[in-house]
């Protein structure tokens, strides 16, 4: 087990004190960055690129090099893991991910089994080597985040067969044959433990489970659907590895009215986009008895700004959280909290606004911890 020069991140994720607030980004090894274009450039597509643990490497340490970041996220695709099921899936140029066997089909569906772990050997590989390549000096820079789709994100993509805007074929068959999405449900909750407990064997010392779709469900439709695979996949993962605890956050896109029942599932911090403020999602969490560390939640559009509006922005979350209740006694409000966007960098983000991000959270959150 390798030192950790910055712990930051895995404090923040476990409720425990930190001189500043923790800062990583989603989406932060991506298009935005020029040198993530020229190894993309290299490497000659984005499965190129993804399937390549050396070139996956290179573009997870990138963002480190340029920003002060407290952690890594593993490059990879949610889509690897439906693609290990034999669905065929393919990054056409200008259009996206497709799958060439979307489960349109009762018998295709009923032929679904759980993903091969051996096909996403590569993703194991590049976990492996980033860890290896975080070392400076005989000691870790910052923590490594794994992660994967949820089961019924990873769901939509598969059955309508490409990323849409309503997911009509997802959506229909939920309503009228509940029998087969609960199969492809359960297929995929087996495959994303499965995968998040490689990724951990491999080196991944915090988990993200992304439920990017699951705000498009109607209520009481998400809980039965959404949230109950996901509490089946947390159920079935590691919590420590390395003499380490394993933090498991867990993101619905749109999902902050469902903030109490996502507090049941056993995740250790709950990220939220823009739609509810951090103070009131943890005075409601503690309201219920749930001391439940947070991440978020900037809108990633406020970085098209000046650096003047970015910080502005940035601060208003961080005074907002810290005129709150502190997650427990001994702590400041700030504690127990990771600095995120509310969903992933936009691409044409100009790279230094995420330098005026990081320094705003930075001088604001050391500067709060000074006055209380």
């Known amino acids: 087990m390798s030192l950790l020069l910055n712990d930051r991140f895995l404090k923040a994720c476990l409720g425990e004190a930190i001189d500043q607030t923790s800062l990583w980004l989603m989406r932060q090894a991506g298009r935005y960055l020029p040198e993530y274009n020229a190894t993309r450039a290299k490497a000659g597509s984005f499965l190129g690129l993804a399937t390549n643990p050396a070139y996956a490497t290179e573009v997870t340490l990138q963002p480190l090099d340029r920003y002060p970041l407290d952690a890594v996220i593993l490059f990879s695709d949610i889509l690897t893991v439906p693609d290990a099921m034999g669905l065929g899936l393919k990054f056409a140029a200008g259009e996206g991910p497709t799958f060439e066997h979307p489960l349109r089909t009762e018998g295709a569906v009923k032929k679904l089994r759980v993903a091969n772990m051996d096909e996403l050997k590569y993703v194991f590989d590049a976990v492996s080597q980033i860890r290896k390549a975080l070392i400076q000096d005989g000691k870790q820079r910052v923590p490594l985040i794994g992660f994967s789709g949820s089961p019924w994100t990873l769901a939509c993509y598969m059955i309508d067969g490409s990323s849409a805007d309503e997911f009509r074929h997802a959506k229909t068959m939920m309503f009228s044959r509940p029998d087969l999405m609960q199969h492809i449900l359960d297929v995929n ?137 502190t997650l427990k006694a001994g702590l400041h409000p700030l504690d127990g909290h990771v600095f995120n966007l509310g969903h992933g960098i936009s691409q044409f983000t100009p790279p230094e606004s995420v330098t005026a991000l990081a ?14």
């Open 359 to 372: 320094e705003a959270v930075i001088n604001r959150s050391r500067l709060l911890r000074a006055k209380s």
């Open 189 to 325: 909750a087996q495959s994303v433990a499965a995968y998040l407990t490689e990724q951990v064997k491999a080196g991944a010392q915090a988990l993200m489970i992304f439920d990017t779709w699951g705000g498009m469900l109607p209520d009481g439709w998400y809980q039965t659907i959404s949230l109950a695979a996901i509490q089946k996949v947390i159920a079935l993962l590691p919590r420590e590895h390395e003499g380490r605890k394993i933090p498991v956050i867990m993101f619905t896109k749109g999902g902050a009215i469902w903030l109490n029942d996502m507090a049941q599932v056993g995740a250790d911090v709950i990220a939220l986009d823009w739609t509810m403020s951090l103070s009131r999602a943890r005075k409601q969490l503690l309201g219920i008895n749930k001391p439940l560390a947070l991440q978020g939640n900037l809108d990633p559009l406020i970085l098209f700004s000046e650096p003047k509006q970015i910080a502005a922005q940035a601060n208003l979350i961080l005074e907002d959280l810290a005129s709150a209740p």
